[in-house]
């Protein structure tokens, strides 16, 4: 007995997660939610595109980070709340609505501004973290923001159109040659409003471009992310890192002239991720859920935080 209450007492504190549930469009929608006793301060974490969890993984996707749970955790241990959000149609916002690919940004965007209003239950002023392109969502979010809303933290967010940015990635492998005329010429038409029949799609690019994706990428892609960001006047924290492979340090500078009042942290060998890099091993953070966030991350963003409260 002696030894166990030893080992309890060696043993760091983990904050505990609940489950918490509000209305959706057609079901609930789910979040983890890490209520800090005494906070001040609530931070809503908006997940990236595609399948990923509240804790930032994805089966389908192949990704493993852990990425929102240590970021919320770590929140925590600064006294910070926070509630990190299941997208809706899946995990635990599945029931929300019956197709997950029948989405808009606005619908998200609408979703984050309820999560919002939730958060406020947890402390009077509430922060949205978009990572990637939930930086978009809360930038449009931003656009019709809550009374509770402080500000925004844009973590490795495109400030370009996102069809500009998938033309980007595509390029960055040079396989990918081959497919890069249909590639552009699909999203071209996306951007237009035009989808394309599926099955007229080369292959390899049909898992992309299904009719139910298209119907989103057509919607996706038609935001401007520089135009919308110029909308928001309040506190904003764009985070970037100079080894990410999806999104890349001109994003940030794009997002930092259309928001004079950020600050901008830049992360020494952070990834997409918000890890540092393994030399050698350019996907290891997207694949090993033990490697920790950038030890600059979270320091910076409660820094800003507490810094800007002291300002406002």
Known sequence: MRLTCLLLVLLPSVALAEPVRISGPQGPLEAAQIASEGAAHAVVIIPGSGPIDRDGNSLTMGLATDTYRLLAEGLDE???????????????SAAAIADPNDVTIKAYAEDARDWV??????????????????GLVALVAAQDAPESLCGLVLLAASGRPIGQLMIEQFEANPANAPLMPELRAIVTNLEAGKSRDPASVTSALQPLFSKG????????????????????RGPALIIQGDEDMQVHPPDADLLEGALPQARRMNLAGGTHMLKVGISGNPFATYADPSLPLHEELLPGIARFIEETSKSR
């Open 78 to 92: 600064h006294g910070i709340a926070s509630v990190r959000i299941d997208k809706r149609g899946f995990y635990g």
């Open 117 to 134: 209003e939730y958060a406020s239950s947890l402390a009077p002023c509430v922060w949205i973290a978009g990572h990637s392109e939930g």
């Open 213 to 232: 994706l298209q119907r989103y990428m057509i919607d996706l892609f038609s935001y401007d992310p520089v135009s919308i960001a110029e909308d928001w």
